[in-house]
T-cell receptor, first 113, second 110 residues
Framework: RKEVEQDPGPFNVPEGATVAFNCTYS??????FFWYRQDCRKEPKLLMS???SGNEDGRFTAQLNRASQYISLLIRDSKLSDSATYLCVVNIEYGGSQGNLIFGKGTKLSVKP | EADIYQTPRYLVIGTGKKITLECSQT?????MYWYQQDPGMELHLIHYSYGVNSTEKGDLSSESTVSRIRTEHFPLTLESARPSHTSQYLC?????????FGQGTRLTVV
């Protein structure tokens, strides 16, 4: 079983739609969580961290459910410029080690006019 | 914007050549990573480092090697390039669980 699993999509949605992505992780030692965005043929960039209490950044809302080991990203009022691949990322730390970032395969979003 | 730089951005090279992909960051991060990514595919971790003189192999078996003699510098070397090495190589650095990526090196081995 992959450590971080995401639906690869693609999610094809019209402008203005609300779209949600889920991600599950298998390692309960996972300690911090993130969503990254990767545009076509570009490098990944940090979109937002994910906190247990949930957090919002404009049209983007991230949620973490530790009990069920999943993370979600909600995009409201989607724009054409939101078209990208969204990567779910967990940081796993063991004992005193600095841990490692584990990337999901990504979910592709395509927003259409 | 993150201060992490990769050179060259594009490289076309013949089979059997030795190549070094450069990666430098000016943020003072201890952790650095090398990922390999084919177009439209997932990222694969090939090497990482926790700091000077620390290097570890990642999840994906790679014929490349890395070194970390200085905090800011994490070069990746292929002793003998093959067509199967054709891919994009992304360097990243970070701390507290985040990573900042360079723009990548697109390598083509002919």
């Amino acid at each position: 079983r992959k450590e971080v699993e995401q639906d690869p999509g693609p999610f094809n949605v019209p402008e203005g739609a609300t779209v949600a992505f889920n991600c599950t992780y298998s390692n309960s030692a996972s300690q911090s969580f993130f969503w990254y965005r990767q545009d076509c043929r570009k490098e990944p960039k940090l979109l937002m961290s994910v906190y247990s209490s949930g957090n919002e950044d404009g049209r983007f809302t991230a949620q973490l459910n530790r009990a069920s080991q999943y993370i979600s990203l909600l995009i409201r009022d989607s724009k054409l410029s939101d078209s990208a691949t969204y990567l779910c990322v967990v940081n796993i730390e063991y004992g005193g080690s600095q841990g490692n970032l584990i990337f999901g395969k990504g979910t592709k979003l395509s927003v259409k006019p | 914007e993150a201060d992490i730089y990769q050179t060259p951005r594009y490289l076309v090279i013949g089979t059997g050549k030795k190549i070094t992909l450069e990666c430098s960051q000016t943020m003072g991060h201890d952790k650095m990573y090398w990922y390999q990514q084919d177009p439209g595919m997932e990222l694969h971790l090939i090497h990482y480092s926790y700091g000077v003189n620390s290097t570890e192999k990642g999840d994906l078996s790679s014929e490349s090697t890395v070194s970390r003699i200085r905090t800011e510098h994490f070069p990746l070397t292929l002793e003998s390039a093959r067509p199967s090495h054709t891919s994009q190589y992304l360097c990243a650095s970070g701390n507290r669980g985040t990573a900042f990526f360079g723009q990548g090196t697109r390598l083509t081995v002919v």
